[in-house]
T-cell receptor, first 114, second 110 residues
Framework: DAGVIQSPRHEVTEMGQEVTLRCKPI?????LFWYRQTMMRGLELLIY????????DSGMPEDRFSAKMPNASFSTLKIQPSEPRDSAVYFC????????????FGSGTRLTVV | QKEVEQDPGPLSVPEGAIVSLNCTYS??????FMWYRQYSRKGPELLMY????GNKEDGRFTAQVDKSSKYISLFIRDSQPSDSATYLC??????????FGTGTSLTVIP
């Protein structure tokens, strides 16, 4: 298995532009999570899906952020419009179950908004 | 007060040393405890997870949980340069919410 695949690895964009991050979870994993990591705040859960359905989006910072999971093998996290404070590493992770297992993380997308 | 507190370090030790990494927490509802290792510019990878108080050993790694003190530890024996990474503790509460520590940066010097 190739693991959780994220793209792009790096993204540099100008303030106000739309940014779309992509994730392919491990086949058979029912849970998909989007996290944001910064030096100051560590890992923050943004949203997670179960069987393609959003379960908890309370971590999404504001309406500029949206996430979708149109099928079991693909998810997107979109930021529109982007702001410099959105600069962070965004991780996607998937899991077989919510308890008793850890996540398998992707390698992350390093987003820089200038 | 944060739900999970973890000393950010950095921690620097000579090769072969025993390393002790620690987290404290305040929420009695935490039921699963995990340690992740994160290499530079990579995603975290699960090292160990445990449910109950006590020790769990896996090779050179030992995870220890003390629920009465709300304290968890990860011990690394015979540390190697390849252990140089950031180590994050993580906890899952009864509501299935994950909480991560901010990570401790470890460098093992050859």
């Amino acid at each position: 298995d190739a693991g959780v695949i994220q793209s792009p690895r790096h993204e540099v964009t100008e303030m106000g532009q739309e940014v779309t991050l992509r994730c392919k979870p491990i086949s058979g994993h029912d849970y998909l999570f989007w996290y944001r990591q910064t030096m100051m705040r560590g890992l923050e859960l943004l949203i997670y899906f179960n069987n393609n359905v959003p379960i908890d989006d309370s971590g999404m910072p504001e309406d500029r952020f949206s996430a979708k999971m149109p099928n079991a093998s693909f998810s997107t996290l979109k930021i529109q419009p982007s702001e410099p404070r959105d600069s962070a590493v965004y991780f996607c992770a998937s899991s077989l179950a919510i308890t008793g297992y850890g996540y398998t993380f992707g390698s992350g997308t390093r987003l820089t908004v200038v | 007060q944060k739900e999970v507190e973890q000393d950010p370090g950095p921690l620097s030790v000579p090769e072969g040393a025993i390393v002790s990494l620690n987290c404290t927490y305040s929420n009695s509802a935490f039921q699963y405890f995990m340690w992740y290792r994160q290499y530079s510019r990579k995603g975290p990878e699960l090292l160990m997870y445990t449910y109950s108080s006590g020790n769990k050993e896996d090779g050179r790694f030992t995870a220890q949980v003390d629920k009465s003190s709300k304290y968890i530890s990860l011990f690394i024996r015979d540390s190697q340069p390849s252990d140089s990474a950031t180590y994050l503790c993580a906890m899952l509460d009864t509501g299935n919410q994950f909480y991560f520590g901010t990570g401790t940066s470890l460098t093992v010097i050859p």
